[in-house]
């Protein structure tokens, strides 16, 4: 799950998002622990993860296995 934070910020930035966008639709008051997700200082709780994964209509194991890649076909 090391490039979990990779994966967040493709699918963020595909969409267009800011943190703090995206921050507010995962209700978040802060943006900063999405920032330390991305560049992988914290790794998410498997609770967050499949909120992410539903949010972004991906599956988990895209998020959470390294050997599998995301690209924009597999984007919701």
């Known amino acids: 799950m090391a490039r979990f934070g990779e994966k967040l910020r493709y699918l963020r930035q595909q969409r267009g998002m800011t943190m703090r966008q995206l921050a507010d639709a995962l209700g978040f008051n802060s943006h900063g622990y999405l920032g ?5 200082r914290r790794q998410p709780s ?31």
Do not use: H, P
């Open 46 to 76: 498997l609770e967050l993860a499949l909120i992410i994964a539903d949010y972004f209509e991906v599956s988990i194991e895209q998020l959470a296995r390294d050997e599998l890649e995301i690209d924009e076909n597999d984007i919701g």
């Open 36 to 40: 330390d997700l991305e560049s992988g």
